[in-house]
């Protein structure tokens, strides 16, 4: 999905929801992420997603590496698998296109962060709007925003 133009993104967008049989969308909060990490957030929003659906899939490809499973629904993970299966890729494609439409919106009503241009990812301007405006409700509490190791000058 980052190969593809965000126009282009947002046209198979609405192709992918229109033809899928099924799918969902689901965020998971800061405060969660925060509190259970990225990997097991992510788990959550997996199980959640597959919660959502209406119809309950009999396989299950996962891109990444690692999945501890959801009931008793065989699965497989693919490492780069959104370059490799089509089901992926469009899964991938929604992913991106949801977020960055909930990016925009935040960025209507928290400007200072730049959210339209970085997407929420730690660029270094945005790291600088943090330390000098603090956080929203949407930032992560975890995430770091200086290198831990200080320098000394002698």
Known sequence: SKKISPKRREILRKEIEKDAIAYSIVN??????????????????????????????????IDGNRFNGYLDIPYKCIVKGDQKYLNIAAASILAKTYRDNTMQEL?????????????????QEHRESIIKYGRTKYHRKTYKLKEEQLKLDI
Do not use: C, Q
Request: no cysteine; aromatic share 12%.
């Open 107 to 123: 960025h209507r009503s928290h400007p200072i962060y730049e959210w339209f241009k970085n997407k929420g990812y730690g660029t």
């Open 28 to 61: 998971i909060s800061s405060e969660t992420i925060d509190k259970e990490n990225i990997l097991n957030a992510t788990f959550i929003a997996m199980k959640s997603a597959l919660e959502k659906l209406i119809v309950k899939p009999e396989f299950i490809i």
